[in-house]
């Protein structure tokens, strides 16, 4: 039961995020442009490790970005309506969930062997580090806009 509403949980937030980058595509595409900026200075690649790195992780943001949009395609109603459905019918969105956790870790980690191979293992978890670093700064400043916004 735990476990379930955990999923649930995490079902509701990445539905809410979908719904917020949905909102505002401009605002998207320049997220996107500043992380490659961030991740670019901070990873510090050689021309080398740089030609082989960023397309294989573009293709991993656009693997991502294709799963996203078909989870929220086939479960955001889903969910809003979880007060008419029966019980079989969440269990098997519940298991329709896990299946697209499952896809996505698997894309995850065939990102980080591809882009081990390319640049160092120590840059690669650098990497890791950037990503979270820069989704806790994006957080921030999307708090400090909000802050702004209701003061007004």
Not at 6 to 17: H, P, Y
Not at 40 to 59: C, H, M, R
Not at 129 to 135: G, H, I, L, M, Y
Not at 140 to 151: F, P
Request: proline share 1%.
């Amino acid at each position: 039961m735990n476990r379930l509403k955990k999923i649930l949980v995490t079902m509701v937030l990445l539905l809410a995020s979908t719904q917020f980058y949905a909102q505002r595509p401009h605002d998207y595409a320049k997220i996107k442009s500043l992380k490659i900026a961030f991740l670019t200075e901070k990873l510090d690649l050689s021309s080398k490790e740089a030609q082989a790195f960023w397309p294989i992780y573009n293709e991993y943001e656009n693997k991502r970005g294709v799963l996203r949009d078909k989870e929220h395609k086939q479960i955001r109603n889903k969910v809003e309506e979880s007060e008419t459905l029966s019980e079989k019918e969440a269990n098997a969105i519940v298991e329709l969930f896990l299946e697209f956790e499952q896809e996505e870790e698997d894309i995850r980690k065939d990102f980080i062997k591809k882009a081990a191979k390319v640049i160092t293992a120590k840059k690669t978890l650098l990497l890791l580090r950037s990503e979270n670093e820069f989704k806790k700064q994006l957080i921030k400043k999307y708090h400090q806009k909000r802050g702004e916004n209701k003061q007004r």
